[in-house]
Structures are given as C-alpha cells and as structure tokens.
Nanobody
Framework: QVQLVESGGGLVQAGGSLRLSCVKSGSIFRVNVMGWYRQAPGEQRELVAAIISGGSTNYADSVKGRFTISRDNAKNTVYLQMNSLKPEDTAVYYC?????????????WGQGTQVTVSS
C-alpha cells in the first residue's frame, strides 16, 4: 500500500522560508510526476510545482523564483523549498504522485500539511 507523508509545514512570518518534505512508502510500478498542490479555504486545489520523471520542473506563476521542487530518489522523498513567503501562500499543501500500474494510471495523495504565513 502506497502512503505519502508530508512534513515541514508551520507558521512563518512573511519573507520567511519553509521546506516541505514528502516521503513515499510502498511501491509504484512507474512514477510519472511528483508534485505539490495547495488549497486555501474556499479555494480550489491548485498545482504549485511538479517534477517530471525525466527531471524537468513546472511551477505556478505565483511561486516562480520563490519555490523550488526537488527529489531524492534514494530516500523516496520530494521536497518543496519555499522562500520569500507571502500571506497568500497560506494553504494546506498536499504531496501528489501521478503513477501507473497494472490497473492503469493513478493519483496518490498525502494527508496535507498546513502552511500559514503571517503578515
């Protein structure tokens, strides 16, 4: 059974930094994309950053130049380094893996970690 466990969220002042981690346990036949999404109260969940299996990355325009996604395959971990945080970055951040198995494509989600940025 695949599990994604996020950590690293918390309360930080505007301009501060946080690093989120997401550790995967269990086996996925093929990992296509690892990413971070966020959902603020009353808002839809949105993609923040993603790293494709070949190593290329995508970022939401709102976080470009401030956030960096990376992965450590040996540790089955994906990170999100968040710098120059703004109050509008406040949300629950979710780790996501888009994988594939014998039954076809599948999305895996973590439980979420709260990030709160105070002004």
């Amino acid at each position: 059974q695949v599990q994604l466990v996020e950590s690293g969220g918390g309360l930080v002042q505007a301009g501060g930094s946080l690093r989120l981690s997401c550790v995967k346990s269990g086996s996925i036949f093929r990992v296509n994309v690892m990413g971070w999404y966020r959902q603020a109260p009353g808002e839809q969940r949105e993609l923040v950053a993603a790293i494709i299996s070949g190593g290329s990355t995508n970022y939401a325009d709102s976080v470009k130049g401030r956030f960096t996604i990376s992965r450590d395959n040996a540790k089955n971990t994906v990170y999100l380094q968040m710098n120059s945080l703004k109050p509008e970055d406040t949300a629950v951040y979710y780790c996501n893996i888009k994988g594939a198995g014998v039954a076809g494509p599948r999305d895996y989600w973590g439980q979420g970690t709260q990030v709160t940025v105070s002004s």
